[in-house]
């Protein structure tokens, strides 16, 4: 009996002592330091069922990460479950199931953000994104979000076009950047000074050339006014575009209203695979440290959200420390409209 009690208090002891070493070293990561603040200018509030931990799950990661500040966008298409699919989608890719837009998705965000303190909406820039941009009527949805939220808007996106094997699964036409139904978005988002974020890929994971370049090229060349963000370099899953490197310098020489994020599958293929930085990019960065921003993409769920942004560490301990900052943090606030003083 003896033996036994003296057992359990050594495991209380030992299990205390765990305790004790768990709750240390979480208040050590949110204690942590980091060399950089992050801006995180690319994150989807809810998955592609519109799901979401909630915006208190992602605040809290925010702080974790030292993330002050956020691009939040919903996700502008819905994955179907079909009638015959007895296991229920919840990535686009998880089955061949046709996604459609879902308008609802900016509601669910602008929600959200309405409920918190002013202290936390002031971290979030959300934009507005549940439009089918192959729909003529696509305005008409943005401006009925800019009069039902006024002042909750900087920018509109993550807009997607092509994007590896989900343009296959959106009912109608495919989407392409250069289509002339977006051609009145771009033009209201160019007057009100609302920049846009799209994702078109480059290319083609069949030929690995750069086959939809063209798509994106018109439509930043026909519209220099409007501010343009080309979500991940326009890298996608699969694919290893020959040229991205030159192509992005050409890009970015030629038209003033290009800027880019790092953001989803890009950093470990193309600018750090295996976690080292390219030196080539590192360069294109430092010649062009007012063009690029960061982000994680993470999409309703952020379990991994402090991984997922801090691996940035690398890249920014690689570049000089203004580039680093700029490319951290500074740049997102150069591109975004000031905030009226009505916001929240
Ligand atoms: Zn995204």
Redesign the pocket.
Known sequence: MKKSISIIVLLLAFTGHIFTQETNSSRLIEKTDYKYKINDV?C?YVDFVQHTEGIDVLLKKMDSASVENIVL?GLSVTKLWTDYDRQRPVYYDDNDAPAYYYAYTDVILAEAIKKLPKEQKDRLYPMICGFNPVDRNGLDHIKRMVGMYPDLWVGIG?VFFRHDDLTRMIYGRNPTANCASMDPVYEYAAEKNLPIWI?SDIGDPISNKPTFLYEMEDAIKNHPKTKMVW?HIGDTRGVDVVGLSEITIRLLNAYPNLYYDI??VVFEQIIAPEGKPDPEWLAIFEQFPNRFMVGT?K?GGFSDYVQTIRKYDVLFDALSPETAKKLASENMFELLPKRSKNAN
Do not use: M
């Open positions: 690319h989807h966008f993550e994702h979500c953001s989803w993409d999409i």
